[in-house]
């Protein structure tokens, strides 16, 4: 009786594993689709790329208000918020200012 019961604990073990591999290579905050509509600077606090592992090629923008949008890589707006972005924590990183400007920025 004893070596069946460790079959089905190996067993039980094994589909586990197998599972939770499984599960954690599946991304889950990928963007189905971007917006073709401008966002304006001003909103935007954070960027970042989307993950390989998604079927779209995004530009993930973070808002102030910690609301994630999904943009077009290669779209000239695009790359002008970014730049604008990175100017931004540059800048409340350098004055260490807390005001309008800076909120919901994380400064590099």
Not at 40 to 52: C, G
Request: aromatic share 10%; net charge positive.
């Amino acid at each position: 009786m004893a070596p069946w019961g460790d079959a089905k604990l190996f067993l039980c073990i094994l589909f586990t594993c197998y599972f939770t591999m499984t599960l954690t290579q599946i991304p889950l905050d990928c963007c189905l689709s971007v917006t073709n509509k401008t966002i304006e600077k001003k909103l935007i606090a954070d960027y970042h790329p989307q993950s390989k592992g998604c079927s779209v090629d995004a530009t993930i923008f973070v808002t102030r208000r910690g609301f994630k949008l999904c943009a077009p890589v290669r779209e000239a707006w695009v790359e002008n918020v970014k730049r604008h972005v990175d100017g931004l924590k540059k800048f409340c990183k350098k004055v260490k200012y807390q005001g309008l400007r800076c909120s919901g920025v994380k400064p590099e």
